[in-house]
């Protein structure tokens, strides 16, 4: 029974000091687990993000709170934009860190680049940068008017810009 709790004991440090180190000290998520701080090279945000497509997910890093939070979220480069795609299901605890401070920083190919989040309210905008995601993903063609979901569908959109002053965005 003792050799029992202490190999119990030794598998929860092993899984704790992971779990620290994923999150901490990986340089983004490892696997499902949040990672901290993003490493890569800094640079300027293009002029077309549309390049960006070719990835599955788009790396993300908040600093809203206490310690950086790193994340794989589902996104598009639609009119030559960046636009994240949060549904509620698992994009729910970055869009409250979004809420808080809309600063955060996106790395794709090893390079950084600074981004603020602005939300995507209005219901013709969501839904002409949506119509591309739903023929790619489902093969279905978007026509007629346009109306919102119910309540219990939430996916949050936002256009992410570059902070720098003369930008444009």
């Known amino acids: 029974m003792r050799k029992a709790a ?4 030794a598998l929860l440090l092993l899984l704790g000091g ?6 901490l ?3 983004g998520p490892v696997g499902p ?3 901290g701080r993003l490493h890569g090279e800094p640079a300027a945000a293009p002029a077309d993000w549309s390049f960006a497509n070719r990835e599955p997910y788009l790396l993300v890093e908040s600093d809203a ?7 794989r979220v ?18 729910d605890g970055l869009k409250r860190r979004l809420d808080d401070d809309p600063r955060l920083r996106v790395e794709i190919d090893g390079q950084v680049y600074e981004q603020v989040a602005v939300p995507v309210r209005d ?14 993903q489902f093969a279905i063609e978007i026509e007629g008017s346009v109306r919102r979901v119910g309540q219990g569908a939430n996916l949050w959109a936002y256009r992410l810009e570059d902070p ?6």
């Open 6 to 9: 202490l190999a119990l004991v």
């Open 18 to 23: 992971g779990f620290a180190w994923a999150r």
């Open 25 to 27: 000290l990986a340089g």
């Open 33 to 35: 687990i949040p990672g």
């Open 65 to 71: 709170w206490t310690l950086p939070w790193s994340g």
């Open 74 to 91: 589902w996104f598009l480069a639609h009119e030559g934009r960046l636009h994240l795609l949060l549904p509620s299901f698992f994009g």
């Open 123 to 136: 219901d013709a905008a969501l839904a002409d940068l949506l119509a591309p995601v739903v023929r790619r």
């Open 164 to 169: 720098s002053p003369g930008s444009g965005g």
